[in-house]
């Protein structure tokens, strides 16, 4: 009987338990449980229109969600939270994640659903789309545009900031409809607009709308505020803008800042939109996530207007600070680099002037002419140094045992190989035969420096270029550039014209520059241009080979990007000395008190040293030529350099006299 009394009791305990357990299975969780994530998945796809919807039908409800989020631009993350039921009715949070621009918005709301025959039905209510939002009310992303980073240049000059600008254009508001082509028309006649374009541009836009056509640093004869007044709807509007203090003032180096093109918008995964800001060019490109900071934003809800002409209602949702972008700081002195492009203001041809301070290896000016069309001449262009390149023969001569006061044979021409080579025009003949090297430096013989070909091999060349910071990498310069290349090897009449800055050789007016500052300063020159360690650390640093492709426009003596360029500084290169370059100083001086630069000899201050060049290209008769100087002047080097520009001497060199004179 006892044995009877414990089985049943156990039996009873059984029952007790696989009933509570059918009872917790049967109680809804899983099924609300099922129905919560649902939800969070539906609205994370912008799409609720399969989900059981209690209180509005669901295909009205899909509408109301994506009119609320569509002003977002984007999807969310939702996760549903821990469900809590009460019988029919479970409640639960919906933790919303949105990627708004670069910032994050993170909120919960609270969801309930009720149970409805063997369906959790969502009680809908705009509350659940974001905390405090109201029926009728959407959602839009109003951006907060960061403050650009500052360019500086040495000292801490401010190159790029802030300035007055006049937009100009056609205010709709102020005109009847009417009138509104008419207007457009006369305001492009008068600022020089495409005037079928821009009469499009106003017709396209609303009633409201202020339609630029021009922005302006500062009136001018032609366009005044009195002529912009005069056209109905016409308005000049007072702003700032990031801008150098010219219009041309090294925009080919420092790139400019306006709007995002689609182009660029495209290839920012996702990092610009439409608005947005940017750098096009040079280093407001290169640096421009640094540059650009990060905007801020606000999540605000309109509430649609009840009444016409009555301004909606707004109120912020969420906000985010914006971000300053970091100032870039540079070497470039203001006044130099507007010195150098005022004196190039007149050339016609591409051209070019660097200057340098040889003690740092900062980069002082880098100006490229008008006739660059905007192409960075100065940092980027390949061009035959022509005999400013004898700097490195000599060297390499001074290597192999020779000295300022070893003679030489200078003759009127010379063959090699079936090629003929010459002096140049008017060479003096009292420095034809056995002359001194200086004197051949200095009047630039090239038949001599051709003669010294079975001394001086290819790769001694290319080395003595390396001991003169050129054709080796500038990892401290932080900008793009060519600097230099000289091929390890030539045979025959190649390493012939190598000896005379022709052939395979190719120099930028940038590494012209560096060859003249590493003698000035005794050793190799390794130019800077950007001094931010974060900004430097964030690039690529600037190589032998690294440019961009000339423009269409240059002639065939800015050959393409692809030319070969030597590995960084074989151990077989040392250096150059300080004995080395007080011996080339002395022939650089020699050009000026002896030689065909006697003209820089009145540039008052420190005695100028300096070395011209002629570089003959293209296939005509005569050739046309590059016209190439170097200078060294105290505790600054300049290259001046011309396209299809004549002879060195009498191109350059006045160039280069006008510079260092102003300079002081």
């Known amino acids: 009987m006892g044995k009877m009394k414990t089985r049943n009791l156990v039996l009873g305990l059984v029952s007790l338990v696989m009933a509570g357990s059918l009872t917790a299975c049967d109680d809804g969780r899983a099924g609300a449980e099922g129905a919560a994530k649902q939800l969070a998945s539906s609205l994370a ?74 369906k959790w039905a969502v009680q809908w209510n705009p509350q659940l789309l974001a905390p405090e939002l109201s029926d009728g009310q959407t959602l839009s992303v109003k951006t907060v545009p960061a403050q650009r980073g500052q360019i500086l240049g040495a000292g801490d ?12 254009g056609i205010d709709k508001t102020k005109l009847a409809a009417d009138q509104a082509d008419a207007s457009a028309r006369a305001m492009a006649a008068l600022l020089g607009l495409d005037v079928e374009d821009y009469a499009k541009q106003v017709a396209a836009s609303g009633p409201q709308a202020f339609v630029e056509g021009i922005v302006l640093r500062a009136y001018t004869p032609e366009i005044t505020e009195a002529k912009i007044t005069a056209i109905p709807g016409g308005a000049s509007i007072l702003d700032s803008m990031a801008l150098a203090p010219t219009r041309t003032f090294a925009r080919a180096l420092l790139g400019s800042v306006g709007q995002a093109s689609a182009e660029q918008i495209e290839k920012s995964n996702g990092a610009l939109r439409a608005g947005d800001t940017t750098g096009t060019g040079g280093l ?91 192409y960075n001449t100065a940092m980027l262009g390949q061009y035959a140094p022509g005999s400013t390149f004898k700097i490195v023969d000599s060297l390499a001569l001074f290597r192999d045992g020779a000295t300022p006061d070893s003679k030489v044979e200078c003759t009127p021409t010379l063959t090699v190989d079936g090629r003929t080579f010459k002096n140049s025009e008017g060479y003096p003949e009292s420095s034809l035969g056995s002359v001194t090297l200086r004197d051949a430096f200095a009047h630039s013989c090239n038949t001599a420096f ?95 080979t690294e440019s961009g492709s000339a423009p269409s426009s240059s002639s065939s003596g800015a050959p393409s990007p692809s030319a070969s360029a030597p590995p960084a500084s074989p151990p077989s290169t040392k250096p150059i000395t300080k004995e080395e370059a007080a011996a080339l100083s002395d022939m650089m ?71 260092l004179t102003a300079a002081g």
């Open 450 to 544: 051709i003669n010294a070909r079975d001394t001086v091999s290819q790769d001694q060349l290319e080395s003595a270029a390396m001991a003169l910071g050129v054709a080796v990498e500038a990892p401290k310069l932080g900008a793009d550039a060519f600097l230099g290349s000289v091929p390890g090897a030539a045979e025959g009449t190649e390493h012939a014209a190598s000896m005379i800055g022709q052939g395979k050789v190719l120099f930028s007016p940038l590494s012209a520059a560096i060859m003249a500052a590493s003698v000035g300063n005794g050793a190799p020159v390794s130019p800077q241009l950007v001094l931010n360690p974060e900004a430097q650390n964030s690039s690529p640093t600037a190589t032998p």
């Open 589 to 659: 001086r020699a050009v000026v008190t002896s030689g065909h630069a006697g003209f820089l000899a009145q540039v008052p201050g420190a005695p100028v040293g300096a070395k011209t060049g002629t570089a003959e290209f293209g296939n005509d008769d005569p050739p046309k030529t590059h016209a190439w100087i170097v200078a060294v002047h105290g505790d600054l080097a300049v290259a001046v350099f011309v396209e299809d520009g004549g002879l060195g001497a009498t191109t350059s060199g006045p160039l280069l006299k006008s510079f």
């Open 45 to 118: 796809a912008l799409d609720v229109g399969s989900l059981a919807v209690a209180g509005k039908d669901a295909s009205a409800a899909n509408d109301e969600l994506n009119a609320v989020f569509e002003g977002l631009g984007a999807k969310p993350s939702v996760q549903s939270g821990d469900v809590k039921l009460d019988g029919e009715t479970a409640t639960f949070p919906l933790n919303y994640s949105w990627n708004i621009g670069s910032a994050k918005w993170e909120y919960s709301s609270e969801a309930t659903l009720k149970k409805s025959g063997d």
């Open 157 to 168: 000059a401010p190159i790029v900031e802030d300035r007055p600008v006049f937009r100009v």
């Open 284 to 374: 407001q490109q290169k640096y421009d996530s640094l540059l650009r900071g990060k905007d801020g934003v606000e999540v605000v809800a309109k509430q649609a207007a009840k009444s016409e002409g009555e301004t909606p209602a707004t109120k912020v949702f969420f906000s985010s600070l914006p971000v300053p972008g970091t100032t870039l700081k540079t070497t470039l002195d203001l006044k130099l680099q507007q010195l150098a492009e005022e004196t190039l203001a007149g050339v016609g041809p591409a051209s070019a002037i660097v200057a340098l301070k040889p003690s740092t290896g900062a980069v002082l000016a880098a100006a490229s002419g008008p006739g660059s069309n905007g």
